[in-house]
């Protein structure tokens, strides 16, 4: 969902697991959602508006990594895959929460961390694949919070994509005394933005929003609180848009993809015809 298409040889590329966090926290207009717009150079979704998240590093995978709150069985249900692929979605989130934006969802069994800034060091061995987060986690005798995250959805990359991605949405409320920064080399400028002003930017044409991004924050959206967001009850089903050939992103179907194009103008139609 980049706008990168597919070699011309007709093969589909492999899947590969990812993790995004959706971090959320009360605002004055409403719920407040924590945004990256990526610099251009960037790979896949260069340019977009996106959440904090990222693809699965093997390390995540480590069996030893210390838990609190809902263990691998409970995660591999909800997010129907296998127990080591679920501890390791859940690790990824974490993992990519704390490189990309400062957030730590760990700490001792019953409280978060409060002050995540004096890891500086960890978090960028952490980005430079230097250290990983079981073995972080240990170093310090922190426990993975995983009564932190709430499932929230399923998408996957379509089969035009050069890169593709078998990404699991994360639900995460800001930890009390903790704030997100935006000290990453992949966006070029970060923001807490309610749900609804960054809907309104995206049909503006202020701001690039990819299906997955527009579609859940039209979910937060109709929620006036974090605690009746959180408490939502959510039936996770995997998306994974169809695509028409030679139509680009226009071209892609999904649910709700009518309303997803109908808020455009005629001029911002114009600018996806080039995606």
Same mark, same amino acid.
């Given at each position: ?7 011309g040889?007709?093969?589909?590329a492999?899947l590969?697991?990812a993790s995004?966090?959706v971090?959320?926290?009360?605002g004055d ?8 717009h ?10 977009m ?5 990222g693809?699965?590093?093997?390390r995540?995978?480590d069996?030893e ?5 809902p263990? @691998?069985?409970?995660w +591999? #249900? ?7 692929? %679920?501890?390791?979605l859940?690790?990824a *989130?974490? !993992?990519?929460?704390?490189e990309?934006c ?7 069994a ?17 980005v430079?694949?230097e250290?990983s987060?079981a ?12 009564d932190l995250?709430?499932?929230?959805a399923h998408?996957?990359?379509p089969?035009n994509?050069?890169?593709r991605y ?9 930890p ?6 935006? @000290?990453?080399?992949? +966006? #070029?400028?970060?923001?807490?933005r309610?749900?609804r %002003?960054a809907?309104?930017?995206?049909? *503006?044409g !202020?701001?690039?929003?990819?299906p997955?991004?527009w579609?859940?924050?039209r ?9 009746e ?11 994974e848009?169809?695509?028409?050939d030679?139509?680009?992103i ?15 103008t005629?001029?911002r139609l114009?600018r996806?015809r080039?995606?």
């Amino acid at each position: 969902m980049s706008g990168d298409v597919a070699a011309g040889d007709g093969a589909v590329a492999p899947l590969r697991d990812a993790s995004t966090v959706v971090l959320v926290r009360d605002g004055d207009g409403g719920i407040e959602v924590f945004l990256q717009h990526r610099v251009k150079q960037m790979a896949f979704a260069g340019g977009m508006t996106v959440f904090p998240g990222g693809g699965v590093d093997h390390r995540d995978r480590d069996a030893e990594m210390r838990w609190a709150g809902p263990e @691998a069985p409970w995660w +591999a #249900e909800r997010l129907a895959t296998d127990d080591e692929t %679920a501890r390791a979605l859940v690790a990824a *989130a974490v !993992r990519e929460t704390f490189e990309e934006c400062g957030v730590l969802l760990a700490g001792t069994a019953d409280a978060v961390c409060p002050d995540p800034s004096v890891f500086s060091a960890e978090r960028a061995a952490l980005v430079g694949k230097e250290l990983s987060v079981a073995q972080f986690l240990a170093d310090h005798d922190l426990v993975l919070r995983t009564d932190l995250l709430a499932p929230m959805a399923h998408w996957i990359t379509p089969k035009n994509e050069k890169r593709r991605y078998d990404t699991r949405f994360f639900l995460a409320v800001l930890p009390e005394g903790q704030d997100a920064d935006g @000290a990453t080399s992949e +966006a #070029e400028e970060t923001e807490w933005r309610t749900a609804r %002003a960054a809907l309104a930017d995206w049909e *503006a044409g !202020r701001r690039f929003l990819l299906p997955p991004t527009w579609t859940q924050l039209r979910d937060i959206a109709g929620y006036d609180t974090v605690a009746e967001l959180v408490a939502a009850p959510r039936t996770i089903t995997p998306i994974e848009p169809v695509v028409s050939d030679g139509a680009g992103i226009l071209g892609l179907g999904f649910a709700d993809s009518g309303d997803y194009f109908e808020a455009l103008t005629d001029g911002r139609l114009d600018r996806l015809r080039e995606v």
